[in-house]
């Protein structure tokens, strides 16, 4: 069991609990859990596995729910979990992947309605019943009508992507311990960085393909033996995931990765690419076409035993006897990067180590886990060169947002913080004074510019009102870009994959509003969020608009996910000097400065 399914267990036992009407604090207990340990880094198998370490020392994690852990480490489920699912019928989980349906909700919807299905909530909302329920309204309703199609798209059921990085490394380290086994590598959409991942595939270079199968075989993870050829076989693994293996020769290696790694789109225009050089690709090389009589050539039954493979081994080899440099798998999705790989443009792709700073973090000054004080001795073991602290502003009363005077009085103990800091020689680390101010619904930001003044950084942000019209929305992002104190507009739509789709912006409009204004926007490294999407960061580089890359940390765990916002980053095509937080604090402070609406 990875951290991501013991935490999906939790927040299911949470969802179900509440729906039964369980008291608050223990469906608080468990969300609390699952939040925590889907934010470690650390396998809590691991920490199990550790004489000296206990499952008790982590922050949310009790005595109960430690047994609970270790009986899910053992035995991949929990008999309270199966009485739970047992008492509750399947179709109220199907109701809960409704955005913004929770459990009280659901419950409303079963009981008073007899809603049973997806269908039969499309029905009650058209007929007007859903609205009429205590709570409900027009609004809510029509939203669910929007929502429900969200829930019913089979690609929102993929597992994120780190929740499917969690699952190839815990299965690459385990097929390793094969010794049959030469080399090994995941391929597919989890290598290509994507969003989400549909299923896992692995990549072994072997001569004894029936040993490495049969190891996957008697992988404790797997459930299920869905197909068992000659060199391939299909196992079903840890939530469910359908996990393809192929085993093949050293020879092959290469082209077998290029091959599955794909995408299909990026393997098409290679292939035809490849058929000008008179040469074909396949997954087990590279190949000379046939030439016939009339002038034809073919590239079927190219037999990879008889004839001779001219590239195969690496992927270099393989897109070099095509006359072109490897190119990143981020990059292979079919928009153009063999003619940027033809013509020796391919950009240099951001990587986590030119990552100098973290801009956008929360403590628990408001809704963080970790004090001011235990982010920062984090950042500096994880090598920051600075960080901004930037907790809530006053309008997120949820999270005990902060009015002025808490918020200067934060900013006091930064600069007793740095002064100490800049006693210690060794430390380069200095400390923003920031904020996540938040836009209000009706205009305006959530605290007035005389202090917004003082602040070194600031990240502006949409909460609330999320649903109002298209133009309301964007006239509100609009107007905090043009605010000359402005930073950063932190998760720039507020979608969060597979729970609730962005927020309805002008994103066209942002970005222009942004290049205009020297005004930067954020990559929120959330891997529930990442946000923007690749498809908006590429807009806004192609406008000329800085990036910031942020992992918007409520936890010393949460800086962790700075990897996630990179191979965003990267599946966007964006290099080091388009991201922000890349610069020294010299440089980030000169960027700062440099923009159009600092020197208005
Ligand atoms: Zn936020
Ligand atoms: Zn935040």
Redesign the pocket.
């Known amino acids: 069991m990875t951290n991501a399914d013991i935490a999906a267990i939790f927040t299911q036992i949470a969802d179900i609990l509440e729906y039964q009407g369980e008291g608050i604090f223990r469906v608080r207990a468990y969300r609390t859990a699952a939040h925590a340990i889907g934010s470690m880094v650390e396998s809590l198998a691991d920490i199990q596995a550790d004489v000296n370490r206990f499952l008790t020392d982590i922050e949310g994690i009790g005595t109960d729910l430690a047994a609970k852990i270790k009986v899910l480490l053992a035995t991949g489920t929990l008999p309270l979990l199966e009485e739970l699912q047992a008492a509750v019928p399947a179709y109220v989980f199907e109701l809960m992947r409704v955005p913004g349906l929770g459990p009280k909700k659901v419950k409303l919807l079963v009981e008073e309605l007899g809603v049973a299905s997806l269908d039969d909530l499309e029905r009650a909302c058209q007929t007007g019943k859903v609205q009429l329920l205590k709570g409900f309204g027009s609004k809510t309703q029509a939203k669910i009508v929007a929502n429900i199609a969200f829930a019913k798209n089979p690609a929102h059921s993929r597992l994120l992507w780190s929740e499917a990085d969690a699952i190839v490394q815990q299965l690459l380290t385990y097929l390793s311990t094969c010794s049959e086994v030469l080399q090994i590598s995941g391929a597919g959409s989890w290598r290509r960085g994507q969003e989400t991942v549909g299923d896992i595939d692995i990549l072994v270079d072997s001569n004894n393909a029936q040993t490495v199968m049969n190891h996957l075989h008697s992988w404790p993870e797997t459930t299920t033996v869905l197909l068992s050829g000659d060199t391939k076989t299909s196992v079903r693994g840890p939530r469910g995931m359908q996990i393809d293996l192929r085993v093949v020769k050293t020879e092959s290696f290469g082209a077998a990765m290029q091959y599955f790694t794909g995408s299909k789109e990026h393997n098409v225009r290679l292939r035809s690419r490849a058929r000008e050089y008179g040469l074909t690709i396949n997954e087990y090389g590279v190949y000379r076409l046939t030439n016939h009589e009339d002038g034809e050539s073919s590239e079927v039954a190219i037999d990879p035993s008889k004839n001779c493979s001219l590239a195969g081994r690496t992927e270099a080899d393989l897109y070099a006897a095509v006359g072109l440099p490897w190119i990143p798998p981020e990059l292979r999705e079919g928009r153009g990067e063999i003619l940027l790989a033809h013509n020796g443009q391919l950009p240099h792709l951001v990587e986590l180590a030119d990552i100098c700073g973290d801009l956008?973090m929360?403590t628990t000054a408001t809704d963080g886990e970790n004090t001011l004080e235990e982010m920062l001795r984090c950042a500096r073991q994880r090598g920051l060169n600075y960080i901004a602290i930037?907790d809530h502003g006053q309008r997120v009363t949820m999270a005990h947002g902060l009015n002025a005077q808490r918020l200067l009085d934060q900013w006091g103990e930064i600069d007793r913080l740095n002064e100490s800091l800049a006693v210690e020689n060794d430390s380069p680390l200095v400390i923003l004074k920031g904020i996540?101010v938040d836009m209000l619904e009706k205009g305006g930001l959530d605290l007035p510019d005389e202090v917004l003044e003082q602040a070194d950084w600031v990240v502006a942000?949409l909460h609330y009102g999320q649903s109002q019209p298209r133009q309301q929305i964007t006239a509100r992002i609009i107007e905090a870009i043009e605010n000359r104190f402005v930073s950063v507009i932190?998760h720039p739509t507020g979608r969060l994959i597979n729970r609730r789709p962005a927020y309805d912006v002008d994103i066209e409009a942002v970005i222009e509003a942004a290049a205009r204004t020297g005004t930067f926007l954020e990559i929120n490294a959330n891997p529930w969020r990442l946000d923007l999407n690749e498809y908006h960061a590429f807009a806004a580089k192609q406008a000329g608009v800085k990036i910031v890359i942020s992992t918007?940390a409520h936890s010393t765990h949460g800086f962790e996910v700075m990897r996630c916002g990179i191979l965003q980053a990267r599946r966007a095509g964006l290099e080091a000097k388009d991201i922000v937080n890349t610069r020294s604090l010299n440089g980030l402070r000169q960027l700062l400065q440099d923009r159009p609406k600092a020197k208005a």
């Open positions: 956008h929360h930037t996540e942000s932190g918007d």
